[in-house]
């Protein structure tokens, strides 16, 4: 496709109609494939819940103009400052976060032995998780110690139980949409930022890992903020700032190993940005910081006798799941299915249009965002593609979004609102989920 062709094709859809449409379409080919292929065996819902796609798209693309306006100004009267649509939005959003943790359904295995480990912190203290640290499953064999012992102080505090968990795990996400909006400001301006953390939480698994007792939206915390400080450091260089990024980055490897998936992302950000070569002092400052951290808990680690261990689950062999015919289809099932599900199906055509746009620009913040998926994404497939751990690249596809959305002045808003409602009826549908097959996977 030539350059022209590509024009013309952005061209048609800065109209409203051809963007709710795709989006549209693609919520229902989500859900048709949901029915088609025995992921859920309630067939009513699914039914109950295309009727919902269909309706939501209607209200969306045949709203008045007028009406619209209406409700703006009724929305202008009820949060007349920015400061009040924050609280606004925070609150909607602990609200549904609120929610979440009470119903939503446990994660089999993984919540069960993090609550395990923070019930020990709770009760007999850091030193009796470290002995027992190899007799728990889920951490002596693949994961470090943060989270597990910040758990355990909240539950010694709070008291005991998985909502408590939960409602520690909603922090992490309420900061990483609050980093999305620095960082978004910091590349771009204030409104790109804002309106990129409100695209975050239209991303079903933000939400779902926001208020669950693992680690993955603690750790894409750490990531995003990271990025945002070793962005900040091109405008404004300090010590104290190589100090922060190197304690969030040993922070994240504390968290979770696949902390480790921001070197390849920060390496490419040095590689495309002069000034940063020029500070590189700065960034080896950080480097240093964050290795003495890992580097502490693995020596650790190896005296009670789990480094080994964990070096053996985690050593995944390159390319395994691209040269294997399980780990292909394995890595299809996450792709296909779960992935599109994570991010929302519906922002398919949202990303396209906005990669495409990013692609013919020449700003090295273009470049990097895409540079940043990118990254993580290969460095998931060859390794281990779980759908789960693709989650730190999202807050930069909402600034992707963010960034087409804001040139979209006809149909910005109809847009936001249409994948509002999406991710509000796949919230539901998750909300109790348990898939009764696997696609490729027997």
Known sequence: ?????????????????????????????????????????????????????????????????????RLEGWRGRLMPNRKTAVVVFLVIVISAGVFY???????????????????????????????????????????????????????RIFGEGLFTIRL????????????????????????TGQLAAVLLMTFPLVLRLSTAALTDVQVTFFFTLAIYLAVRTLRAPSWGTDLLLGLVVGLGLLTKYTMVMVG??????????????????????????????????????YQLGVLTAQRETIDIEPGFFVTNVGGLRWMANSLLTKLPSSIGVYHGLLLLLSGITLLR????????????????????????????????????????????????SLGRKRAVFLAF??????????????????????
């Open 168 to 191: 520690f795990s909603l922090l992490f996400g309420l900061g990483t949409l609050a980093v999305t909006y620095a960082l978004g400001r910091e590349l771009y301006d204030a409104a």
């Open 1 to 69: 496709m030539d350059g022209q062709a590509i024009r013309k094709l952005l061209e048609w859809f800065r109209r409203p109609g051809p963007v709710l449409t795709g989006m549209m379409l693609l919520q229902l080919c989500w859900l048709a494939a949901i029915w088609i292929t025995g992921a859920s065996t309630n067939g009513p819902e699914i039914l109950l819940l295309a009727l919902f796609a269909l309706l939501a798209w209607l209200t969306a693309i045949l709203m008045p103009d007028d009406l619209r306006h």
């Open 421 to 442: 409602l999406y991710a509000g009826s796949a919230l539901w549908l998750f909300l109790d989920w348990y898939r009764a097959s696997e696609l490729f996977i027997g």
């Open 264 to 301: 390849p992302v920060l390496v490419l950000f040095f590689l495309i940005n002069r000034r940063a070569w020029r500070l590189w002092y700065h960034y080896a400052v950080a480097a240093l910081i964050a290795g003495i951290l890992i580097g502490g808990w693995f020596l650790y680690a």
């Open 101 to 155: 943790a009470v119903y939503q359904r446990g994660w089999t295995f993984d919540e069960d032995h993090s609550l395990e480990a923070a019930h020990i912190v709770a009760t007999e203290g850091p030193a009796a998780l470290f002995a027992q640290y190899a007799d728990i499953p889920w951490l002596g064999r693949q994961h470090p110690p943060l989270m597990p012992l910040l758990n355990g102080a909240v539950m």
């Open 361 to 408: 620009q020449r700003q090295w913040k273009d470049w990097f965002l895409l540079l940043w998926i990118a990254s993580v994404s290969i460095v998931l497939i060859i390794t281990l593609p779980d759908h789960r751990y693709f989650m730190p690249t999202f807050p930069a596809m909402s600034i992707m979004i963010a960034l087409w959305l804001m040139r979209q």
